[in-house]
């Protein structure tokens, strides 16, 4: 099974940047979704934005036009650039890698949007 690792999460202001990173423990080959997720406190964990490997991607409404979902295959690892970042933005970040097969879930990473 494919390990996954996030990284990129941090503190940032209301406006600023980040950009998430999901390294795979190997090259996924086939057919697969790569998504973000994301969830703050008390809150259920949301679908933020997901890749498959025909490198179709699709997002949330809330972030539409703020966040960019790609991929480098040579590094087995899916991006999420975020843009224009707004307090509501907080919280845990976790990629999944979901196949036919299986699905894999990252540790998560922090991101706080506060001034």
């Known amino acids: 099974q494919v390990q996954l690792v996030e990284s990129g999460g941090g503190l940032v202001q209301p406006g600023g940047s980040l950009r998430l990173s999901c390294a795979a423990s190997a090259r996924v080959v086939g057919i697969y979704t790569m998504g973000w997720y994301r969830q703050a406190p008390g809150k259920q964990r949301e679908l933020v934005a997901t890749i498959t490997s025909g490198g179709t991607t699709d997002y949330t409404d809330s972030v539409k036009g703020r966040f960019t979902i790609s991929r480098d295959n040579a590094k087995n690892t899916v991006y999420l650039q975020m843009n224009s970042l707004k307090p509501e933005d907080t919280a845990v970040y976790y990629c999944?890698?979901?196949?036919?097969?299986?699905?894999?879930w990252g540790q998560g990473t922090q991101v706080t949007v506060s001034s």
């Open positions: 999944k890698l979901s196949t036919s097969r299986f699905a894999s």
